[in-house]
């Protein structure tokens, strides 16, 4: 398992775009283990996200990645 921490700025609507296509991903490739939303005090109506995203490599039969 490979923890990916993702920061980014978006709108609610880019946040569940984005979130949409994490959903379409294969539950075996990757999953979001951890979540955070804040306003964004400088830019509203923009947020601060903070996502961990945890991938999944995937050995063949004879055991490479």
């Known amino acids: 398992i490979l923890p990916i921490e993702i920061n980014m700025r978006a ?3 880019n946040l569940g775009e ?3 296509v994490v959903e379409k991903l294969d539950s075996n490739f990757a999953t979001v283990g951890e979540f955070q939303v804040r306003k964004d005090p400088k830019a509203p109506p923009k947020l ?3 996502l961990v995203v945890y991938t999944h490599i995937l050995e063949d039969q004879s055991g490479q990645r």
């Open 11 to 13: 709108g609610y609507r």
């Open 18 to 20: 984005y979130l949409g």
């Open 48 to 50: 601060n996200i903070r």
